[in-house]
């Protein structure tokens, strides 16, 4: 009898992990659908005001960044209280209009539209085969974050030097690593989700949101600097 009730238990015990793990994936891909709408609402305010335009070089590289790693702080602190959404959601209008001025830029190429649903649809491929394949995957990504960290601060000191370099083929290296190690860091990181490792939706929903911006961004770049039609 013992046996028999320590068995159901530990079944009981999984049943309701499992049930946690999908209310947490749940949740974090209808946040993040939702977290689109002020990223799109962001990008068309900054590209029909040109109010981003103006922060090119190591001001636009400071305020971004100001911003971005201010929010961040501000979601972490606030993911287990009723302001945890609408601070995110806040973030993600900051980030569409920071993403505005490179929109801006590729409009004004002659198939500019037709770069942006690109790139659009080229992230949304990455999604769904990241998302499957945390799915099928049974091996334990943690250790790959370690490195996939070292790489994103690569990434980011590289971007920094580019803004005194200003180098085209500079940039499209950094957006080339950039795409492959966000694609990454977009498959460890719901690869956590459904491992468990990850509880809490808001900062789940933040590091998958971080990792398309940043392949979206860096498909854009790439896609303006060998497919704009400038005539």
Same mark, same amino acid.
């Given at each position: 009898?013992?046996?028999?009730?320590?068995?159901?238990?530990?079944?009981?015990?999984?049943?309701?992990?499992?049930?946690?793990?999908?209310?947490?994936?749940?949740?974090?891909?209808?946040?993040?659908?939702?977290?689109?709408?002020?990223?799109?609402?962001?990008?068309?305010?900054?590209?029909?005001?040109?109010?981003?335009?103006?922060?090119?070089?190591?001001?636009?590289?400071?305020?971004?960044?100001?911003?971005?790693?201010?929010?961040?702080?501000?979601?972490?602190?606030?993911?287990?209280?009723?302001?945890? @959404?609408?601070?995110? $959601? %806040?973030?993600?209008? /900051?980030?569409?209009?920071? +993403?505005?001025?490179?929109?801006?830029? &590729?409009? *004004?190429?002659?198939?500019?539209?037709?770069?942006?649903?690109?790139?659009?649809?080229?992230?949304?491929?990455?999604?769904?085969?990241?998302?499957?394949?945390?799915?099928?995957?049974?091996?334990?990504?943690?250790?790959?974050?370690?490195?996939?960290?070292?790489?994103?601060?690569?990434?980011?000191?590289?971007?920094?030097?580019?803004?005194?370099?200003?180098?085209?083929?500079?940039?499209? @290296?950094?957006?080339? $690593? %950039?795409?492959?190690? /966000?694609?990454?860091?977009? +498959?460890?990181?719901?690869?956590?989700? &459904?491992? *468990?490792?990850?509880?809490?939706?808001?900062?789940?929903?933040?590091?998958?949101?971080?990792?398309?911006?940043?392949?979206?961004?860096?498909?854009?770049?790439?896609?303006?600097?060998?497919?704009?039609?400038?005539?």
């Amino acid at each position: 009898m013992n046996d028999h009730n320590t068995t159901s238990g530990r079944f009981g015990s999984v049943a309701s992990q499992g049930a946690q793990r999908n209310k947490v994936l749940s949740n974090t891909y209808r946040l993040l659908a939702l977290s689109m709408i002020p990223t799109v609402l962001g990008a068309w305010i900054g590209v029909q005001t040109g109010i981003t335009a103006g922060l090119t070089g190591f001001m636009g590289l400071i305020v971004f960044l100001g911003g971005a790693f201010g929010f961040m702080y501000a979601i972490e602190k606030t993911k287990n209280s009723a302001a945890g @959404v609408p601070v995110l $959601l %806040a973030f993600t209008f /900051f980030m569409g209009l920071m +993403l505005s001025r490179m929109l801006a830029m &590729v409009l *004004g190429f002659k198939n500019g539209s037709d770069l942006i649903m690109t790139a659009f649809g080229g992230t949304a491929f990455i999604f769904f085969v990241m998302s499957n394949l945390s799915m099928v995957i049974k091996r334990d990504l943690t250790k790959m974050g370690q490195w996939l960290f070292i790489g994103a601060l690569a990434i980011m000191v590289g971007a920094v030097i580019n803004v005194f370099v200003a180098s085209t083929a500079f940039t499209a @290296v950094i957006a080339t $690593l %950039a795409i492959v190690v /966000f694609s990454l860091f977009l +498959l460890h990181d719901l690869k956590r989700i &459904v491992d *468990g490792g990850e509880t809490n939706y808001i900062s789940a929903t933040l590091g998958v949101y971080l990792s398309l911006f940043n392949v979206f961004q860096s498909l854009l770049a790439l896609l303006g600097i060998f497919g704009g039609d400038r005539e």
